[in-house]
């Protein structure tokens, strides 16, 4: 049986089972594997202290925080003559001058307080609403209003013997009587709360089976009901105690790394702008050299770090935890795909029913404007990076239509080019809108007020303009509802000449859109339509230019790309990495993704992502559609390990078909479709460090 080393007392609580020696206490931990439980059913992990509090000195200080001496960078003992012996869970009122602590009396928890009076601590006593019933883990709201804590006090209608969160309230005279939480957490099995300045509250959640860190957000002046966090903060072993930062930036908690003694670690997760949580890491051995590091919590002021370490209450200073904050600050903070295409953004620039399709950067990563499409209504949105966080997306401050959309910044970032039908101009194709370009120019003040590009252009509508470093212009014109084609206008001496449509090198098809020039004109990015009868899909393509300034024939882009029902609307960020392109993952549902793709930008880039016919060669698989059993299979030119994976179209995997070594030959594998959901897949080979892939449709 795994054991955890707590301290003194015997407690039967949620499936624990807790024996006693002198100062230690064992218990049942968390198996290791699914396939190994325990004898005894898991359950929330907890410190019961040690033996009765002795009474500390009382020595006569006064001032915030027991009129202790300022920690640096590096903790130190709390409060050494003041803390009860074995004392954990501290928590201070928002001027410093009430505390409480939990600590083990006759073998259970109970909740001790002392505060300031008449310029003096006083000695550390049972809290008011404590001393009865096991208490424990007090936590004080930041507005000092309330005071949650964990109880095994009996509650109506709920089963005895569990632990479920109470609260007190400030009044004149200290505090009320115990108040069991509202529905829905009424009932919830919960410990060690936390909350945020707009009071949503953290918490370790706990069944028969394990526990994990939650969150209820509080609307319309009730909690909602418990909502597990992401795979970044719970994929630890037994998380518990979590510290929410007043403004949710972060998240400290500790987590379980030892069965054999019960040690404990810190961890700690940032908040990305996006909403999503970094993936929670060790906060390392100035933290977690002992045995038990946990029960983090940071001062209402947000100056003092407390955490309990090995029966000590240690404090730092907290702006330690800005000196390891994450600067988010190049694409919003998203971490940068590799080849495999991810969505980009999506808690941050839109969810449903929003739609982002397109999407420009500054050169200098600090500004950055997307289309936003909210049921008919088409907007360019704006976001910044003033400091060192970007700001919540709000429509740009410019006169906008219900049709303003795909703005793309110049390569010095000086210009915004959009397209708006904002004027009235003579009526283009019928059912559209009479789209035309319009710019803006940065100024010591900002931005230039918009204006309708002038020059040379016909009345018909154009879409998505891009601009090369020496102010070419690339853009859609709109000949008619069903020929859309991709036309240039050269910039000469200032002035923009008669516009000129690209050859069929590019336009080969009825509808190609949504150009994207590389800053020197060696390379276009864009998508056009293909298909037949009533099934009609955009897909992404790109061409190299010639020295002699014609185009090479455009090659569509690999099908990690092109793996939803449509792809439009690519850019490329300024630094020439990343593309980010709106995908159709399903009709209806439109988000944006990004891949890297500089290994694509020069005319070899593409036949090396696609095929190396010397290496290997992936076919695309038979029957396809199929709804029953599908043949995938490839040819290898060497020996070598080899993996077949298959993603859905959201890009997570589905399932290895194989991961072995292989021989030089042709080989086949047979793909089930009993347990995989209808929709679009694809399917990639990797071999000696290439990726082949294909797509394949599951009825």
Same mark, same amino acid.
């Given at each position: 049986m795994k054991t955890i080393l707590l301290t003194l007392g015997i407690v039967l609580f949620c499936g624990w089972q807790i024996t006693c020696s002198q100062n230690v206490i064992t218990g049942v931990a968390r198996s290791e594997s699914p396939d190994k439980q325990p004898s005894t059913v898991p359950g929330p992990y907890y410190i019961t202290g040690v033996a009765a509090p002795e009474k500390p000195d009382s020595p006569a200080v006064s001032g915030p925080y027991f009129g202790q001496p300022a920690p640096g960078l590096?903790?130190?003992?709390?409060?050494?003559?003041?803390?009860?012996?074995?004392?954990?869970? +501290?928590?201070?009122?928002?001027?410093?001058? *009430?505390?409480?602590?939990?600590?083990?009396?006759?073998?259970?928890?109970?909740?001790y307080t002392s505060r300031e009076i008449q310029n003096s601590w006083t000695v550390f006593s049972v809290a008011p609403f404590s001393g009865v019933y096991m208490d424990m883990e007090s936590f004080i709201t930041p507005d000092g209003q309330r005071v949650y804590f964990g109880s095994m006090r009996p509650r109506s209608g709920c089963p005895?013997?569990?632990?479920?969160?109470?609260?007190?309230?400030?009044?004149?005279?200290?505090?009320?009587?115990?108040k069991p939480m509202d529905p829905p957490l009424y009932t919830e099995s919960m410990m060690f709360p936390s909350v945020s300045g707009n009071k949503s509250m953290y918490y370790t959640s706990f069944d028969n089976l394990g526990q994990w860190i939650s969150v209820s957000r509080y609307e319309n002046g009730h909690y909602l009901p418990p909502e597990k966090l992401s795979d970044s903060i719970n994929y630890t072993w037994a998380p518990a105690h979590p510290f929410i930062a007043q403004d949710e930036s972060y998240l400290v908690f500790d987590v379980l790394t030892d069965s054999a003694n019960g040690a404990r670690d810190m961890y700690i997760s940032f908040r990305k702008p996006g909403g999503s949580w970094t993936k929670a890491v060790n906060m390392g051995t100035m933290f977690n050299n002992a045995t038990y590091s946990m029960c983090p919590y940071v001062s209402s002021d947000r100056k003092y770090f407390f955490f309990y370490k090995d029966l000590y209450i240690m404090w730092m200073d907290a702006s330690y935890i800005d000196q390891i904050r994450p600067r988010f600050t190049e694409y919003l903070g998203e971490t940068p795909p590799d080849t495999v295409p991810k969505p980009f953004a999506k808690d941050f620039i839109g969810v449903s029913p929003n739609t982002v399709y397109s999407i420009t950067f500054s050169p200098g990563m600090k500004e950055c404007y997307f289309s936003n499409c909210v049921s008919t209504t088409n907007r360019i949105w704006k976001t910044s990076m003033p400091g060192d966080r970007w700001l919540t997306p709000a429509k740009a401050p410019f006169p906008q239509s219900n049709w303003t959309i795909e703005p793309n910044f110049s390569p010095d970032g000086n210009k915004?080019?959009?397209?708006?039908?904002?004027?009235?101009?003579?009526?283009?194709?019928?059912?559209?809108?009479?789209?035309r370009i319009w710019s803006m120019e940065r100024t010591a003040l900002g931005w230039s007020d918009p204006s309708p590009l002038q020059g040379p252009f016909s009345s018909n509508a154009k879409m998505y303009p891009t601009v090369a470093s020496n102010g070419n212009l690339y853009f859609t014109e709109i000949l008619d509802s069903t020929h859309f084609v991709i036309a240039k206008s050269e910039f000469v001496n200032g002035q923009y000449q008669a516009p000129v449509i690209l050859d069929t090198?590019?336009?080969?098809?009825? +509808?190609?859109?949504?150009?994207?020039?590389?800053?020197?004109?060696?390379?276009?990015?864009?998508?056009?339509?293909?298909?037949?009868?009533?099934?009609?899909?955009?897909?992404?393509?790109?061409?190299?230019?010639?020295?002699?300034?014609?185009?090479?024939?455009?090659?569509?882009?690999?099908?990690?790309?092109n793996s939803g029902y449509s792809q439009y609307c690519g850019s490329v960020s300024p630094d020439q990495k990343y593309l980010f392109y709106a995908k159709e993952e399903k009709p209806g549902t439109t988000r944006l993704w990004w891949v890297r793709i500089d290994h694509l930008l020069h005319p070899s880039g593409l036949a090396e992502a696609v095929k190396d016919p010397l290496g290997a060669e992936l076919y695309q698989n038979y029957p396809n559609p199929f709804s029953d059993i599908t043949t995938i299979s490839f040819t290898l030119r060497n020996p070598g390990r080899v993996k077949l994976v298959l993603?859905?179209?959201?890009?997570? *995997?589905?399932?290895?078909? +194989?991961?072995?070594?292989?021989?030089?030959?042709?080989?086949?594998?047979?793909?089930?479709?009993?347990?995989?959901?209808?929709?679009?897949?694809?399917?990639?080979?990797?071999? *000696?460090?290439?990726?082949?892939?294909?797509?394949?449709?599951?009825f």
């Open positions: 590096t903790p130190v003992r709390f409060a050494a003559s003041m803390m009860p012996a074995g004392a954990w869970g +501290i928590s201070f009122t928002p001027d410093g001058k *009430e505390c409480f602590v939990t600590q083990n009396t006759g073998g259970t928890n109970t909740l005895g013997g569990q632990l479920y969160q109470w609260y007190a309230e400030k009044t004149d005279s200290g505090w009320s009587q115990p915004l080019f959009f397209v708006s039908d904002m004027p009235d101009i003579p009526p283009g194709p019928p059912n559209w809108p009479v789209l090198a590019i336009n080969r098809q009825m +509808i190609q859109a949504h150009p994207f020039i590389a800053p020197d004109e060696s390379w276009l990015i864009f998508d056009a339509i293909s298909g037949s009868g009533t099934t009609w899909y955009n897909f992404l393509y790109i061409s190299y230019r010639n020295p002699d300034g014609s185009w090479k024939p455009a090659k569509k882009l690999d099908a990690l790309i993603n859905d179209i959201s890009g997570q *995997e589905a399932g290895v078909m +194989i991961d072995a070594v292989l021989q030089e030959g042709k080989h086949t594998v047979r793909l089930p479709a009993p347990g995989l959901r209808a929709g679009v897949y694809t399917y990639s080979l990797y071999y *000696e460090n290439t990726i082949f892939t294909k797509k394949l449709i599951v």
